[in-house]
């Protein structure tokens, strides 16, 4: 099992400010990859933890190498694509995205797809509201429903674009707020430890930090009782 973190902006960040320490001291033997092409600048600091401008997959992995140096830590300074997702995320790799488009969380989706064994928790949000999608594989079997089910029709079939296929300063920038983002990321956190402790009975969790309201659901369960209906 290897860990890789796609995205390590807003709630990338927030989710790598702790996920090192749970690793180094729960998971020693594992190996945590930082895969991001964009880059920090002053202007992140508001909402995302770095002590550096550049790549930010490079200057993350350096201060977690700093800060955790028996924890194994590799850097991967590229987007996530069609072509790279065959090669980054492999059998039995957990993958924690914090990435902020469909077009890439499809992308995740159908490559743990053609896996046997393998997970991934997606995070996403607006400003005050968000929530996260498990997709877990198993054994060839799906354990949940995949990212792009029929309840998430804007992943299935995504209208917007990757970071590749346009230019950063095109890119539209929603408003975020560090709250948000903070707990999407614990949130995620939680899923991954029930996942490793046998015990993730969801496929995805909805949030609202206005109301400090956190509820799972499990969708695989609902769809199948009407199936059977």
Known sequence: MKVKVIGAGGIGSALLATLPRFMRYRLPEVELWIIDGDRYEERNAERQVFDEEGNKAEVTARRIARDFPALVVR???????????????????????????????????????????????????????????????????????????????????????????HCTEQAVVAPQLLPMNSMVAAVMMNAFYAWLKKKLDYDEVYIDIVTNMVRSVNRREKTAAVLVA
Request: hydrophobic share 35%; no cysteine.
């Open 75 to 165: 850097a991967v300074p590229e987007y996530v694509t069609d072509d790279s997702a065959v090669r980054l995320i492999r059998e039995g790799d957990v993958v924690l995205a914090g990435v902020d488009n469909h077009k890439t969380r499809k992308i995740l989706s159908d490559r743990v797809a053609e896996l046997s064994s393998a997970l991934v928790i997606s995070g996403g949000n607006e400003l005050t509201t968000g929530g996260i999608q498990v997709y877990w594989r198993e054994s060839g079997e799906d354990a949940t429903l995949p990212l792009t089910n029929q309840y998430h029709p804007e992943i299935a079939h995504p209208k917007d674009l990757l970071p590749t296929e």
